[in-house]
């Protein structure tokens, strides 16, 4: 009877044992599994700034970018995966936004509307507006700001390309005046003054703004291009595109009265590129840089 009992007991701590095994191997891995996947597989994102869809793809995220806007154009894939909501000043709606089912929305400060701004805050998606500042820290701080919100420690590399990119511009002999027209046709034409992206991008790049005396963007007229009298006349490609070439920015009226119209100095560029402030900031300005350096010869 004694070894009956002892054999019961032996067999008991045995099975103990066993059980205690399997929890050990299963219960914990499965649940920070499980947290992984919650935490970043399951992000349907809603990017509505061309800075910030470049820092989501640049940390690995774009396969999880369901929708953007007009000015998130980098990388080129996320148009054929994402569904252009159009522009955020005057063509996105909350309820094309939500169609989307969501689960974070990011946006700038720059960019929103009240009434946009106001709409997302109530519809209980999460979501971030960062505040977003035309300067190479500024840019540096949105890259933080971005990764954060989706969990990563790991984004300096970003931060560093910015510097380091910046590092490609050469002084110039003197600084041109650039005048920045954003053109959407003959009709629609307006003219950078300052503050403005393009206005901090012209400075990086070494060059200065011919409009001073106003800031944003206005109507371009004949009488602000005479007085600005820029050397360089500098627009987005699809600006150019938009008046069928150089020809046509040259037909504007008031251009041929210009150092830029009478030597025919035309600087193209990609908008995003250009205007966009995100992790190609110093790409920007090193290529601005290079095409006003080649100008000035």
Same mark, same amino acid.
């Given at each position: 009877?004694?070894?009956?009992?002892?054999?019961?007991?032996?067999?008991?701590?045995?099975?103990?044992?066993?059980?205690?095994?399997?929890?050990?191997?299963?219960?914990?891995?499965?649940?920070?599994?499980?947290?992984?996947?919650?935490?970043?597989?399951?992000?349907?994102?809603?990017?509505?700034?061309?800075?910030?869809?470049?820092?989501?793809? +640049?940390? =690995?995220?774009? @396969?999880?970018?369901?929708?953007? #806007?007009?000015?998130?154009?980098? /990388? %080129?894939?996320?148009? $054929?995966?994402?569904?252009?909501?159009?522009?955020?000043?005057?063509?996105?709606?909350?309820?094309?936004?939500?169609?989307?089912?969501?689960?974070?929305?990011?946006?700038?400060?720059?960019?929103?509307?009240?009434?946009?701004?106001?709409?997302?805050?109530?519809?209980?998606?999460?979501?971030?507006?960062?505040?977003?500042?035309?300067?190479?820290?500024?840019?540096?701080?949105?890259?933080?700001?971005?990764?954060?919100?989706?969990?990563?420690?790991?984004?300096?590399?970003?931060?560093?390309?910015?510097?380091?990119?910046?590092?490609?511009?050469?002084?110039?002999?003197?600084?041109?005046?650039?005048?920045?027209?954003?053109?959407?046709?003959?009709?629609?034409?307006?003219?950078?003054?300052?503050?403005?992206?393009?206005?901090?991008?012209?400075?990086? +790049?070494? =060059?200065?703004? @011919?409009?001073?005396?106003?800031? #944003?963007?206005?109507?371009?007229? /004949? %009488?602000?291009?005479? $007085?600005?009298?820029?050397?360089?006349?500098?627009?987005?490609?699809?600006?150019?595109?938009?008046?069928?070439?150089?020809?046509?920015?040259?037909?504007?009226?008031?251009?041929?009265?210009?150092?830029?119209?009478?030597?025919?100095?035309?600087?193209?560029?990609?908008?995003?590129?250009?205007?966009?402030?995100?992790?190609?900031?110093?790409?920007?300005?090193?290529?601005?840089?290079?095409?006003?350096?080649?100008?000035?010869?």
């Amino acid at each position: 009877m004694k070894r009956l009992h002892t054999l019961l007991a032996l067999t008991l701590v045995m099975l103990a044992t066993v059980s205690c095994k399997k929890e050990e191997k299963t219960t914990e891995p499965t649940t920070n599994a499980t947290d992984t996947v919650v935490k970043i597989e399951t992000f349907k994102i809603v990017s509505l700034n061309g800075a910030v869809t470049e820092v989501v793809a +640049a940390l =690995g995220h774009e @396969a999880q970018i369901v929708g953007v #806007d007009v000015t998130s154009t980098y /990388p %080129e894939s996320v148009k $054929k995966t994402a569904k252009d909501l159009g522009h955020v000043a005057h063509g996105v709606s909350i309820e094309a936004i939500m169609a989307l089912q969501p689960t974070l929305i990011l946006a700038t400060d720059k960019d929103l509307t009240p009434d946009l701004s106001a709409k997302i805050k109530a519809s209980g998606v999460k979501y971030e507006i960062i505040k977003q500042e035309f300067t190479p820290e500024g840019t540096k701080k949105l890259i933080a700001d971005v990764a954060g919100v989706l969990g990563h420690k790991d984004f300096k590399a970003l931060q560093d390309k910015v510097d380091a990119d910046l590092k490609a511009v050469k002084p110039l002999a003197s600084a041109p005046k650039v005048l920045f027209i954003y053109a959407r046709g003959a009709n629609m034409l307006m003219v950078s003054g300052t503050g403005t992206p393009v206005d901090q991008v012209i400075a990086l +790049a070494g =060059g200065k703004n @011919a409009i001073t005396e106003f800031a #944003d963007f206005k109507p371009l007229t /004949p %009488e602000a291009l005479i $007085k600005g009298n820029p050397d360089v006349i500098l627009m987005f490609d699809s600006g150019v595109e938009s008046l069928k070439g150089d020809a046509g920015v040259l037909k504007i009226p008031g251009v041929d009265k210009t150092n830029a119209g009478k030597n025919k100095k035309i600087i193209t560029m990609d908008g995003g590129l250009l205007s966009g402030f995100g992790p190609r900031l110093g790409e920007a300005a090193a290529q601005l840089n290079s095409k006003l350096a080649a100008d000035a010869k």
